[in-house]
């Protein structure tokens, strides 16, 4: 008789190293060298001794988190969250925010001179420091053992949910929200079928979308709506896959003079001054005419090709996601912008056989996720524009992307970092490329 059995798994013990800080990267991560390998280490500053638990070792590079600082940098500031230590948000609130800046616009500019040494830096484009964030999404948990629903946002390290009552990132009107929200769902009668909720403050003022697994029931869904109409908010609610509005309008904000509805799905820009502000250098840097024609790729509502649509001839937007195309659509039928199309393709495909290929495009924009746009850079050479402006929100995959246009006829000439989420690791820019004689 064969006896099977699964043995047990053995808890690894904590591993601890200890190293001085030499640098900080723009995630504002700390840099140091223990051996030849290079290790980043959360929390912790230039000049620093800590001690640190490792998190994940490679064979080139290591990551960790500090447990002890035994020597702390004079600048190192007290969080202002009192959920920080524990939350997944943000990570950067012990670094004053000239550091976080300077540390951000270094790293970019480093490694775009080495492929241009006459590249302009133009200065950075910030806005406020707290308060800037206009959408939030929410994740919800049952708690089993203690019998009570859980709304907040992911613990580092982990699929834990850390309750949220407040956070400083956020602009007033959703923080004015969120208690409330925790008040209303700890009444709810099916709390093991929330999904997640999402907040938007735009200018018709705040939406909420409650993603349900099941149909609602009738004494959740009358708590919802009393909800709703006594906070004044724009209810949205997905029951399985189907979305509806339950109470008010879709959410719109203004660029300009110009209305842009969006759904919830939909992507937008958390930080609406910086939008603004990025709009404006994008149309500024493009140096548009009245008879250029300009291509928008990956052009989502419409959030860039409406406002330059205003001072060419004509504007094409592109976008991968149909719904968002028909919004897009929509947009400009609204703002009567009669001189711009938009279409959806699949970018990662060949341009060839696209019905907008063949238009006379001088000027182009391109605002690609994370993963950059290096499937479609070949093809939107061969447009030969004489000018592209690159929106990009991961350094990687701009640095990796600027080479290859570089190889295809273009230099990068102008970037600028837009500090679009301060206090955390992200960071987006904004670099103009001009088509080599």
């Known amino acids: 008789m064969v006896l099977h059995y699964t043995p047990k798994k053995v808890q690894k013990s904590p591993h601890f190293l200890t190293a001085q800080i030499t640098d900080l990267d723009y995630q504002g991560l700390g840099v140091a060298k223990i051996g030849g390998k290079t290790w980043f280490i959360e929390n912790a500053l230039p000049q620093e001794i800590v001690q640190f638990r490792v998190l994940e070792e490679k064979r080139q590079y290591g990551r960790g988190v500090v447990q002890h600082i035994l020597q702390g940098h004079a600048k190192r500031q007290e969080p202002k969250c009192a959920y920080y230590a524990q ?11 000239d550091m976080q800046r300077t540390a951000k616009q270094q790293a970019l500019w480093y490694r775009l001179r080495k492929l241009q040494d006459d590249i302009i830096l133009a200065p ?65 009668s099916q709390p093991r079928q929330l999904g997640h909720l999402e907040l938007v403050a735009v200018d018709n003022g705040v939406t909420l979308l409650v993603r349900h697994i099941e149909k609602i029931a009738e004494k959740d869904r009358d708590l919802l709506l009393n909800f709703a109409k006594s906070e004044h908010i724009n209810l949205f609610v997905q029951e399985k896959e189907n979305v509806q509005c339950w109470q008010g309008a879709e959410p719109f904000y203004y660029i300009a003079t110009q209305k842009l509805t969006f759904d919830m799905g939909d992507f937008i820009q958390v930080n609406a001054e910086l939008n603004h502000a990025m709009i404006q250098t994008a149309l500024a840097w493009l140096e548009l005419t009245p008879q250029d024609h300009v291509l928008d790729l990956f052009c989502g509502i419409g959030n860039f090709t409406l406002p330059l649509s205003l001072q060419v001839k004509s504007a094409v937007g592109v976008e991968g996601v149909a719904e968002m195309v028909e919004k897009a659509r929509q947009n400009a039928q609204r703002n009567r912008c009669d001189n711009v199309e938009f279409y959806q393709a699949d970018l990662a495909k060949s341009f060839a056989d696209q019905a907008w290929v063949d238009k006379p495009f ?3 924009l391109l605002d690609p996720p994370r993963a950059g746009a290096d499937f479609a850079l070949n093809a939107l050479s061969d447009l030969s524009a004489e000018k592209i402006v690159y929106v990009s929100c991961n ?19 102008k970037v ?11 960071l987006e820019s904004i670099t103009l490329f001009e088509k080599r004689n």
Request: hydrophobic fraction near 40%; charged fraction near 20%.
């Open 395 to 413: 350094p990687a995959t701009l640095v990796r992307d600027a080479e290859i246009l570089q190889q295809l006829g273009y230099d990068p000439r």
């Open 416 to 426: 600028a970092m837009i500090d679009m989420f301060p206090n955390t690791g992200h």
């Open 87 to 97: 939350c997944g948000g943000c990570q950067s609130q012990h670094i004053p925010i």
């Open 124 to 188: 950075m484009i910030t806005g406020e420091q707290w308060a800037y964030r206009r959408r939030v999404r929410l994740a919800m948990r049952f708690d089993e053992a203690r019998k009570i629903l859980v709304i907040g946002f992911r613990q580092k390290h982990s699929q834990q949910i850390v309750p949220i009552r407040h956070c400083d990132v956020l602009v007033p009107a959703l923080n004015k929200i969120l208690p409330k929200l925790t008040a209303l769902f700890s009444q709810w």
């Open 362 to 364: 001088n000027k182009i």
